[in-house]
């Protein structure tokens, strides 16, 4: 179509560019158009091209591609389409242009063959994504979205720093296997584990997705956290750190999903409990192992892509999104609830469903590499997204009490762009070999022999039973109106706790000092200011104390002089 070396962010910022310039049908044209086009030239690029150029000194590699990045690639132009689908009937020029703009920085962050040309999508990341949240205009949003931009751009700073400290040391700055090694490496470490939703750095993807747009939660979901999985992929493989964090990631957020009561809530802590899979593969670093992380990132775009597209259209017909306020929806919204229950399948990792080829590697991986009790625990985490999001989910939203709320199947555009998520879904897993024939390493792995069908039905069948057992006897935490803090606690009851009676005698001090000050320099202007006749300004001075003056002057000249 083009050179093989056109950056493939290029034909993204071009058709923002136009779509910003464009209305109407031409406008949605191009929406469509710009990930189509761009993804067929992304095919016909070969394995080993390279862009590159020398900028103060330091080579800049602004396109390099191996198989990691094509694949990260390719799903990221499917989620770009499927994305702009979904908000096709979207009439705002904001979330369209930056849907763009935030797809391409995606794109070009995972094809950045160096850590300055990194950096650079990495911040843009960071810009783009959050007018998605500002979008929904509300106060809510807006102050999500300042605590969302304010993480992401530390993100960045903590990078760039990372990487001046690792160029000095290292005298390159191709981004390659970094591992930890000294403060530099820690440093990006860091910063990748921010965007990546680390442990205790989770917060801003709970606090801000829920908040954003209904079509821009699902933008949210598909790129920035990926890009870091994939930094992390590249950079930190075998990083047995990684391991204890990614089992912590897959199994703290089961708690806070089972009692949230918004469900795109659950769906950013489902997130998380995702991601943990993946830091899980890629800090156990063997092929199988890292296979496995970067095909459940693949998948996970796509299946999560397909339950926040649901939730989202949910919102996008009845306004709401708490689980006490919905149900019943399956009566007028029954494909919307079939496709729901597709992605829910997936992500709970049924047999012939994407969730199950992909979480499968990992958990074997984990197994046969002595992490017998890393296993265990990813097992249980297995069986708390089925509960959250498999279950949950589709439960509350669709079935559950009659709501009362009767409303119609969403647009057309959202429900085609769900269709292609939800065939991708079950396609993936009835055929997985289309998916391993795109991975880094060929292993051979399959997925459908009888210990992993067993094992899995075995635990997707006795969570089913626990929830149906804990719901009959009312032990099932209730849909509640309520407000669930996590790690949020800190910076919404904890330091305000502290800082409020600090601030307060601050501020009063402040008062005090002010006040003082103040009525010190009103009264020098009182007492300029009078015209009266005994005024400052309006006494009638003699010469002769002109003359004293002047003699007192020149006696301390003289005195100074001397001296």
Known sequence: MWMPELPAFVPFFIGALIALVTTGKVRQAVLLITPVLSGLHLLTVPVGTILSF????????????DKLSLLFGYIFHIAAFICMLFALHVKDTLQQVSGLLYAGSAIGAVFAGDLIT?????????????????????????????????IQVLSGVVLLVGIVF????????NFEFIGLNDTASWLIFIAFGIKCAFPMLHNWLTDAYPEATPTGTVFLSAFT????????ARAYPGTELLVYIGVIMACFPIFFAV????????????MINQIGFMVVGIGIGTALAVNGAVSHAFNDILFKGLLFMSMGAVLHMTGKIDGSRLGGLYKTMPKTA????????????????????????????????????AWLLLLFSAAGVFHHAGIKIPYFAFFAHDSGIRTSEPPKNMLFAM?????????????????????????GYNPYDATHVLTQTQLLFFSALAFVWLNLRNMYPPELPSVNLDIDWFY????????????????????????????GVNGVLGLVARHEPDGILSRTQLSGSMVIWVSILLAVFLILSFW
């Open 166 to 173: 690792y160029a000095y040391k290292h005298q390159s700055i």
């Open 118 to 150: 990194l950096f650079i999508f990495w911040e843009l990341l960071a810009v783009t994504s959050v007018f998605l949240i500002w979008a929904r205009r509300t106060e809510r949003a807006y102050i999500a979205g300042l605590r969302y931009l304010i």
């Open 259 to 270: 009692i949230e009561n918004d469900l795109r809530r659950v769906l950013a802590y489902s």
């Open 54 to 65: 020398s900028f103060l000194n330091f080579e800049l590699e602004v396109f390099e591609v």
């Open 338 to 373: 079939i496709l729901c229950m597709v992605g829910a399948a997936s992500i709970s990792a049924f047999p012939l469903f994407s969730g199950f080829v992909s979480k499968s590697m990992v958990m074997s991986a984990a197994l046969n590499n002595g992490y017998g009790w």
């Open 225 to 232: 956290t990926k890009v870091a999985v994939y930094a992390l």
């Open 419 to 443: 269709s292609i998520a939800a065939v991708l879904c079950v396609a993936i897993g009835v055929y997985p070999q289309a998916l391993y024939s795109l991975l880094p390493f060929d292993t």
């Open 492 to 519: 919404r009851r904890l330091f305000p706790a502290i800082l409020t009676p600090f601030f307060a005698m601050f501020w009063a001090a402040d008062r005090a000092v002010r006040g003082i000050f103040m009525r």
